[in-house]
């Protein structure tokens, strides 16, 4: 009687342990995923539900009169004597690198990746990594209060801020996508217009724009 009793102890001691170990490498597995979630469940809505591809923007109705000879090669968009030259040179060399998580270098990178290092090479400024992190170092503004070099910001459906690009000017902005890489959208297209969340604008980014 008394070694059934120990053995039925051991098997509930047994049980109890496992639970908890299973737990555990659940909270585990959804902390180290989760970082990654909140991008990649950006990405992966910008593939089943087809962002629109903007690699080719007509510039020709822009609103800029003041238009000097030079232009951004590879994104097409006439560059006016406000225009910061740098930031453009900057996304001249992303321009077309493809799309991978937490990547930061011309083989991937990823949306913040990209915000990261534009800031850094053309404003002198560290950035937090992840773009939900971002908004603690800047000021959230409106959509109609954006000016060259400000980040924008997008939310999931849980209002998670999970995509960030730069914004150039004419409504259009640099970012990374999934299916295309580091690309120029505009943010009044239904797909990013309808994610779209708030502007950020650092305190040390400075624009002829202002």
């Known amino acids: ?10 098997l509930l001691i047994y049980f109890g342990v496992s639970v908890i170990l299973m737990s555990s490498c659940k909270l585990l597995n ?3 995923t989760s970082e990654l979630e909140m991008e990649e469940e950006f ?7 087809g962002a629109p591809d903007m690699t080719k923007i007509d510039t020709s109705n822009s609103n800029e009169t003041n238009t000097s000879n030079k232009s951004s090669r590879k994104i097409n968009i006439a560059l ?13 060399k992303w321009y077309g690198t ?19 290092s ?3 090479d053309v404003y002198n400024i560290k950035l937090k990594r992840r773009a939900m992190d971002m908004v603690q170092d800047i000021k959230l503004i409106e959509r109609k209060e954006l000016r060259e070099g400000d980040l924008v910001f997008f939310i999931n459906q849980k209002g998670s801020i999970n995509h960030v690009g730069i914004y150039l000017k004419d409504d259009m902005f640099v970012h990374t996508s999934s299916s295309r890489g580091v690309t120029v959208s505009k ?17 040390d980014v400075t624009t002829k724009w202002d």
């Open 118 to 120: 534009i800031y850094e």
């Open 80 to 92: 006016c004597d406000k225009d910061n030259e740098k930031l453009y040179e900057a996304i001249e």
């Open 98 to 116: 493809p799309y991978k998580l937490g990547g930061q270098s011309l083989k991937g990178i990823d949306c913040s990746g990209l915000a990261f």
């Open 30 to 32: 959804s902390l180290v």
């Open 43 to 49: 990405a992966l809505e910008n593939m089943l539900e």
């Open 187 to 203: 943010l009044s297209e239904e797909y990013w217009n309808a994610r779209f969340y708030k502007g950020g604008r650092h305190s």
């Open 1 to 10: 009687m008394m070694k059934r009793q120990k053995t039925n102890w051991l």
